[in-house]
């Protein structure tokens, strides 16, 4: 549709393709006794408007259009009509119309600069809403609602959807939505959280680290050849000669184990798809995810403290580290299950994190004091602990995960990629599922046709073991508060230790019921103590 430019012009924009009830007030409002406009009435052309504006003048009636340009400062008689409508265009009536029709700031057309005087002050009221405030310099700290980044009502902050990175915030008597300024969080010393690396703050997470560049290609070939091709991996930063030469071996001490839980799941579902989908539930889009999250943090009394992020990039189902001085949880998006969030979060979140803030207090919290008191490593009680509470409190606690990741680390010392992709097909039928365990178990590897294994991931199981054959001589609640120690420097570290402050998961709290979650545990994965006491004396 083409505007005529000539008489009527400006009533005819204002009105087009908007119902009467939505236009401004001046563009419509009927006055049938001043002489301007009846509904039926032609609109007039400028020498008209001019001679009727004298005869209101004259009789002392004030028009509608006088009324606004006044309140604004501008001088009617010396304005033409389409200066006198543009000027009104600034005043008119706030506008039904939905948000998403308004016309922007930068189309809204204003009168000459020098013609136009300062607005008064109710101009300025009326005028500068909240769409002149989003559009100053200023940048809040959380960004404003809107439908790609909703508001989650209540106690708590903003959680950004729209992005696959996600900010939990609270409100501690700021701004709704503002991030905890880094001096009011626990401070965690980098390097201290499973997965991040040992050095300086600009070195990559171990578990990023050595996660091949050329995965997808590799993929892909593999899977063309009919499983039959070796990869050939590339990393994009030079490899830890020592990290890999420390878990290049694996071991077998707890291989029957592992094969017995996974046997339990098989027996009783048929397949790990069967039990994936039976236990675990649908895989959760991330606005449930964001939720699930929120709602633990506010269990742990952590809201504003942990930044989470969504990834699709990582071989684990998730990962706590120290990133940009922040305590930072990615999780990975294909393992995020209904039934296995929450479990997923006691590990991260109600073991990891926790015990790192409790460890900063204690006097061992740097590798001197840690020298000093003679402390044993943290794994496997670290890794161990976290994966009976992903488990916990489930109806069939299965070890599968961390049993089967024994099995393949194991495996993969002595096959090469294609053999143990064959191999864990007597547990696993999905290939993609296969797949991610075989890369787990060869990461490091460049040369994947020869033997060899990143044995960290059996720290997961051997931990389980340990704590399952002690859980009745362990103060696990002392075990939290003395952050990340070995459950044997439990009772030696105790006269020495800052309980001050200190954090103690929600779900460890009743002691009774936690440890008969334990023992559900130990039953419903067929093991006992009297061949717990055997593989593990004292």
Same mark, same amino acid.
């Given at each position: 549709?083409?505007?005529?430019?000539?008489?009527?012009?400006? /009533?005819?924009?204002?009105?087009?393709?908007?119902?009467?009830?939505?236009?401004?007030?001046?563009?419509?409002? /009927?006055?049938?006794?001043?002489?301007?406009?009846?509904?039926?009435?032609?609109?007039?052309?400028?020498?008209?408007?001019?001679?009727?504006?004298?005869?209101?003048?004259?009789? +002392?009636?004030?028009?509608?259009?006088?009324?606004v340009t006044r309140s604004m400062g501008l001088d009617v008689q010396n304005l033409t009509l389409s200066e006198v409508k543009r000027s009104v265009g600034l005043e008119v009536k706030r506008s039904t119309k939905p948000a998403s029709r308004k016309t922007p700031e930068s189309e809204v057309k204003k009168p000459p600069g020098s013609e136009v005087k300062k607005p008064s002050s109710s101009a300025v009221k009326r005028f500068s809403g909240s769409e002149v405030k989003r559009s100053s310099g200023r940048s809040p700290g959380p960004p404003s609602r809107s439908l790609t980044s909703p508001v989650f009502n209540g106690r708590g902050g903003w959680m950004r959807?729209?992005?696959?990175?996600?900010?939990?915030?609270?409100?501690?008597?700021?701004?709704?939505?503002?991030?905890?300024?880094? *001096? @009011? &969080?626990?401070?965690?010393?980098?390097?201290?959280?499973? +997965?991040?690396?040992?050095?300086?703050?600009?070195?990559?997470?171990?578990? %990023?680290?050595?996660?091949?560049?050329?995965?997808?290609?590799?993929?892909?070939?593999?899977?063309?050849?009919?499983?039959?091709?070796?990869?050939?991996?590339?990393?994009?930063?030079?490899?830890?000669?020592?990290?890999?030469?420390?878990?290049?071996?694996?071991?077998?001490?707890? #291989?029957?184990?592992?094969?017995? =839980?996974?046997?339990?799941?098989?027996? !009783?579902?048929?397949?790990?798809? @069967?039990?994936?989908?039976? *236990?675990?539930?649908?895989?959760?889009?991330?606005?449930?995810?964001?939720?699930?999250?929120?709602?633990?943090?506010?269990?742990?009394?952590?809201?504003?403290?942990?930044?989470?992020? $969504?990834?699709?990039?990582?071989?684990?189902?998730?990962?706590?580290?120290?990133?940009?001085?922040?305590?930072?949880?990615?999780?990975?998006?294909? +393992?995020?299950?209904?039934?296995?969030?929450?479990?997923? $979060?006691?590990?991260?979140? +109600?073991?990891?994190? =926790?015990?790192?803030?409790?460890?900063?207090?204690?006097?061992? @919290?740097?590798?001197?004091?840690?020298?000093?008191?003679?402390?044993?490593?943290?794994?496997? *009680?670290?890794?161990?602990?976290?994966?009976?509470?992903? %488990?916990?409190?489930?109806?069939?606690?299965? #070890?599968?995960?961390?049993?089967?990741?024994?099995? *393949?680390?194991?495996?993969?010392?002595?096959?090469?990629?294609?053999?143990?992709? @064959?191999?864990?097909?007597?547990?696993?039928?999905?290939?993609?599922?296969?797949?991610?365990?075989?890369?787990?178990?060869?990461?490091?590897?460049?040369?994947?046709?020869?033997?060899?294994?990143?044995?960290?991931?059996?720290?997961?199981?051997?931990? =389980?073991?340990?704590?399952?054959?002690?859980?009745?001589?362990?103060?696990?609640?002392?075990?939290?508060?003395?952050?990340?120690?070995?459950?044997?420097?439990?009772?030696?570290?105790?006269?020495?230790?800052?309980?001050?402050?200190?954090?103690?998961?929600?779900?460890? !709290?009743?002691?009774?019921?936690?440890?008969?979650?334990?023992?559900?545990?130990?039953?419903?994965? /067929?093991?006992?103590? /009297?061949?717990?006491?055997? &593989? =593990?004396?004292?």
């Amino acid at each position: 549709m083409v505007l005529d430019p000539g008489r009527g012009s400006v /009533e005819r924009a204002a009105g087009r393709g908007t119902p009467r009830s939505e236009r401004p007030e001046i563009a419509t409002r /009927e006055v049938p006794r001043n002489g301007l406009r009846t509904p039926h009435s032609r609109p007039q052309s400028s020498s008209a408007f001019s001679r009727s504006k004298a005869a209101l003048s004259s009789r +002392g009636i004030v028009s509608p259009e006088a009324e606004v340009t006044r309140s604004m400062g501008l001088d009617v008689q010396n304005l033409t009509l389409s200066e006198v409508k543009r000027s009104v265009g600034l005043e008119v009536k706030r506008s039904t119309k939905p948000a998403s029709r308004k016309t922007p700031e930068s189309e809204v057309k204003k009168p000459p600069g020098s013609e136009v005087k300062k607005p008064s002050s109710s101009a300025v009221k009326r005028f500068s809403g909240s769409e002149v405030k989003r559009s100053s310099g200023r940048s809040p700290g959380p960004p404003s609602r809107s439908l790609t980044s909703p508001v989650f009502n209540g106690r708590g902050g903003w959680m950004r959807r729209s992005e696959s990175t996600c900010a939990m915030n609270g409100v501690a008597g700021g701004e709704r939505g503002g991030m905890r300024p880094a *001096t @009011s &969080l626990p401070h965690i010393a980098r390097g201290s959280q499973p +997965g991040a690396s040992s050095g300086g703050g600009g070195k990559t997470c171990l578990l %990023v680290a050595l996660r091949p560049t050329n995965i997808d290609q590799e993929r892909e070939a593999f899977f063309r050849a009919g499983f039959n091709y070796e990869p050939q991996f590339e990393y994009g930063e030079q490899q830890a000669t020592n990290v890999l030469e420390k878990y290049r071996e694996g071991s077998s001490q707890f #291989l029957t184990q592992a094969v017995r =839980i996974m046997h339990c799941v098989l027996r !009783k579902y048929g397949s790990y798809e @069967s039990f994936e989908v039976a *236990t675990g539930g649908n895989v959760l889009p991330k606005c449930q995810v964001w939720a699930s999250v929120r709602k633990y943090l506010q269990k742990e009394g952590c809201v504003g403290e942990v930044v989470v992020r $969504l990834s699709e990039e990582l071989l684990s189902q998730a990962v706590m580290m120290v990133k940009s001085c922040r305590p930072t949880l990615t999780i990975n998006l294909a +393992g995020a299950r209904q039934h296995w969030l929450e479990g997923m $979060l006691r590990h991260e979140i +109600g073991t990891h994190y =926790i015990r790192g803030v409790n460890n900063n207090r204690q006097p061992w @919290s740097n590798a001197a004091g840690r020298k000093q008191f003679g402390l044993k490593p943290a794994n496997p *009680t670290e890794e161990g602990l976290a994966s009976l509470h992903s %488990v916990l409190f489930r109806r069939n606690p299965f #070890l599968w995960r961390a049993a089967l990741l024994y099995y *393949t680390v194991y495996h993969a010392g002595h096959m090469s990629f294609s053999q143990l992709f @064959s191999d864990i097909g007597q547990f696993v039928q999905d290939p993609a599922v296969r797949w991610e365990y075989c890369v787990r178990a060869k990461r490091g590897q460049t040369d994947t046709s020869r033997p060899g294994c990143f044995s960290k991931d059996q720290v997961y199981l051997d931990g =389980i073991l340990r704590i399952l054959r002690h859980r009745r001589n362990i103060d696990f609640k002392m075990l939290a508060c003395l952050g990340k120690v070995s459950y044997e420097d439990v009772e030696h570290l105790r006269k020495f230790a800052v309980l001050a402050q200190t954090r103690i998961p929600h779900f460890m !709290k009743d002691q009774q019921r936690y440890l008969e979650q334990l023992d559900h545990i130990v039953s419903a994965n /067929e093991l006992n103590d /009297e061949e717990l006491c055997q &593989l =593990i004396p004292e």
